[in-house]
């Protein structure tokens, strides 16, 4: 079983940037779509960005080129660069892993992000 630890996360100003980190334990890594999720306060968790093995890339709207997920297999590591921040952007991000052959998530323990205005 795959178990995920995510890192990064933390306070910045309004455009400002932040990488997020998630390190997964397990032998599979590489066969296993990767994703990021966001819960804000009072609201459902909601997609993020996705990207499968072979780099087939997937992202909320709202995110669209000013979030960024990439995969380093050789280190089981999935991040997520977030650039030009938003008070919005505030959120608990999870960090998520399925197989390929199904949609069933599994999650990681979530990392705090809040933007300041």
């Known amino acids: 079983q795959v178990q995920l630890v995510e890192s990064g996360g933390g306070l910045v100003q309004a455009g400002g940037s932040l990488r997020l980190s998630c390190a997964a334990s397990?032998?599979?890594?590489?066969?296993?779509?990767m994703g990021w999720f966001r819960q804000a306060p009072g609201k459902e968790r909601e997609f993020v960005a996705s990207?499968?093995?072979?780099?087939?890339?997937t992202y909320a709207d709202s995110m669209k080129g000013r979030f960024t997920i990439s995969r380093d297999d050789a280190k089981n590591t999935v991040y997520l660069q977030m650039n030009s921040l938003k008070p919005e952007d505030t959120a608990v991000y999870y960090c998520?892993?399925?197989?390929?052959?199904?949609?069933?998530?599994?999650w990681g323990q979530g990392t705090q992000v809040t933007v300041s205005s």
């Open positions: 990207k499968w093995p072979g780099g087939t890339t």
């Open positions: 397990g032998r599979t890594f590489s066969s296993y779509v």
């Open positions: 998520a892993h399925r197989p390929t052959t199904n949609t069933l998530w599994s």
